[in-house]
């Protein structure tokens, strides 16, 4: 019984793992199409501080009396397609999460029902081939929270912006990337990396 328990675990950790290395994939590529949205939208911020610094009032476009509001609303009609385009992105990156989330969830729920058989001994035993299940579902939870704090903070830094906060619209491409976090990334490429005879065998 207890070794059937044990089993079933590692085949829904697994299955856990192999989301997680797809998903991660996905989420980095999202995230890289990301990158020209972000800096587009703060070189449309550079242009209409740009064209609010500038008086054409007094250059030879000044016969074109309705020329510098023309140009203001079609730089903010550009910010808004740029908007929209990076909306479809943080929705992808949501489908990924709560891809994730449902997973995790799967195996701690799991976990939890079987705790009797799955006790501390059974939890922290690990070979050279296996991590130790309690070591896997700590990864796991760090994998998830991981990405569940980069959408968040991304999806707030979008929710904040205006356009009529233009600093802020120029200085979006250095907080976004703020937000990055090598250490969190590449602590998902070592977790998959030490599971990786676990997931083959």
Not at 139 to 162: E, G, M
Request: net charge negative; glycine share 2%.
């Amino acid at each position: 019984m207890a070794q059937m328990c044990v089993a079933s675990c590692h085949q829904k950790l697994k299955q856990c793992f192999q989301t997680l290395e797809n998903n991660h994939k996905a989420w980095n590529l999202v995230q890289n199409e990301c990158t020209p949205l972000i800096s587009s939208l703060g070189n449309l911020g550079e242009q209409l501080i740009a064209l609010d610094n500038v008086q054409l009032n007094v250059t030879p476009l000044q016969r074109f009396p309705d020329l510098q509001e023309r140009l203001r609303i079609k730089l903010l009609q550009a910010v808004d397609v740029v908007l929209g385009k990076l909306a479809d992105k943080l929705d992808e990156l949501q489908r990924l999460l709560k891809t994730m989330d449902n997973q995790v969830s799967t195996v701690f729920q799991f976990y939890e029902q079987n705790t009797a058989t799955l006790d501390l001994a059974t939890c922290t035993m690990r070979s050279s081939t296996s991590p130790s299940i309690a070591d896997m579902l700590e990864w796991l939870q760090d994998a998830n929270s991981y990405h569940r704090q980069q959408f968040l903070r991304r999806k707030y830094l979008l929710q904040v912006l205006t356009p009529d906060d233009l600093s802020l619209l120029q200085e979006v491409p250095k907080r976004w990337e703020s937000v990055d976090s090598p250490d969190g990334d590449e602590h998902i490429s070592d977790t998959l990396l030490r599971v990786s005879l676990f997931v083959d065998s």
